[in-house]
């Protein structure tokens, strides 16, 4: 098991940048996929993009291709998540996740391990 430890977030203006980290403990992490999820004030948890271990392929949704970037970094254990071009329908809590099937990476229900979420709010 694998336990992920978030940081970074906060408040921007639209068209600003955030970066996020999720910290990893156990020597199993490189052998996770990590995912990326937000969830909103009345909305369901909404996967973000997430990245393969074993050739560091990359997904997106459609609402942050383009502007956001995922990228991890087994050495260090973490992972993050670059945020550009903020818009105020970005603002959320934001979750990192490990799994092992990045063929339903973008399903909350397939992940074994969450960090515990951290605010981001983009204001206009």
């Known amino acids: 098991q694998v336990l992920l430890v978030q940081s970074g977030g906060g408040s921007v203006q639209a068209g600003g940048s955030l970066r996020l980290s999720c910290s990893a403990s156990g020597p199993t992490f490189r052998f996770y996929h990590i995912a990326w999820f937000r969830q909103g004030a009345e909305n369901a948890r909404e996967f973000v993009a997430a990245?393969?271990?074993?050739?560091?392929?990359?997904s997106y949704s459609d609402s942050v291709r383009g502007r956001f970037s995922i990228s991890k970094d087994d050495a260090e254990n973490a992972a993050y998540l670059q945020m550009d071009s903020l818009r105020p329908e970005d603002t959320a809590t934001y979750y990192c996740a490990a799994g092992r099937n990045f063929e339903r990476i973008s399903d909350a229900n397939t992940l074994d391990a969450w960090g515990q979420g951290t605010i981001v709010t983009v204001s206009s």
């Open positions: 990245i393969r271990w074993t050739d560091k392929n990359t």
